[in-house]
């Protein structure tokens, strides 16, 4: 079972649109959530990161956490072609006083001019 | 502010070959994660430094073993290369925090490609 689950896309979005990003998580226990940009063939860029159950805006970024449902969501408003990239999403894992990112596999985002 | 740097840039080496990779953490961070991105794939934990010892391992074989730094930098070497460790291999930082937790935020590094031929 895969533990941090995404659509790998691609997902299309029109320049000026709303783009929406999805993922699922597996371990319940998982305390800190997190969205990475990266780029092709660079590093990922640390976007966003929540922790409690709602919504938390950052500029044009949305992140909304729902805990119960173990779901989490990036939301991108005003779509720009720079934001073509893949976005992975990562869960921390704590366990004790360690813990691991777990990614998904991204999803890969156009905007079209 | 200093990011976190890694060094080299981009390997070939051939089966059979040893590898060593760097990465100098984030200016104030303390702690050192090591990933391994395939291609189309997320990246996947390695392993987690801190205070010089390797306080947390994910899925892989003994062939892949670090060591941190006093100055917190830390090296990843593979041994025994096969031609599945082609990948970019990434370096986190972070740092562990006063209240005796880690944080979780995590930067990377630009990465190390690595092309094993």
């Known amino acids: 079972q895969k533990e941090v689950e995404q659509n790998s896309g691609p997902l299309s979005v029109p320049e000026g649109a709303i783009a929406s990003l999805n993922c699922t998580y597996s371990?319940?226990?998982?305390?800190?959530f997190f969205w990475y940009r990266q780029y092709s063939g660079k590093s990922p860029e640390l976007i966003m990161f929540i922790y409690s159950n709602g919504d938390k805006e950052d500029g044009r970024f949305t992140a909304q956490l729902n805990k119960a449902s173990q779901y989490v969501s990036l939301l991108i408003r005003d779509s720009q072609p720079s934001d073509s990239a893949t976005y992975l999403c990562?869960?921390?894992?704590?366990?004790?006083?360690?813990?691991?990112?777990?990614f998904g596999k991204g999803t890969l985002l156009t905007v079209n001019p | 502010d200093a990011g976190v740097t890694q060094s080299p840039t981009h390997l070939i080496k051939t089966r059979g070959q040893q590898v060593t990779l760097r990465c100098s953490p984030k200016s104030g961070h303390d702690t050192v994660s090591w990933y391994q991105q395939a291609l189309g794939q997320g990246p996947q934990f390695i392993f987690q430094?801190?205070?010089?010892?390797?306080?947390q391992r994910g899925n892989f074989p003994d062939r892949f073993s670090g060591h941190q730094f006093p100055n917190y930098s830390s090296e990843l070497n593979v041994n025994a290369l096969l031609l599945g460790d082609s990948a970019l291999y990434l370096c986190?930082?972070?740092?562990?925090?006063?209240?005796?937790?880690?944080?979780?935020?995590?930067?990377f590094g630009p990465g190390t490609r690595l092309t094993v031929l």
């Open positions: 990562a869960v921390a894992n704590s366990g004790g006083s360690n813990y691991k990112l777990t």
């Open positions: 430094y801190y205070e010089e010892e390797e306080r």
């Open positions: 371990d319940r226990g998982s305390q800190s």
């Open positions: 986190a930082s972070s740092l562990f925090g006063l209240s005796g937790a880690f944080t979780d935020t995590q930067y």
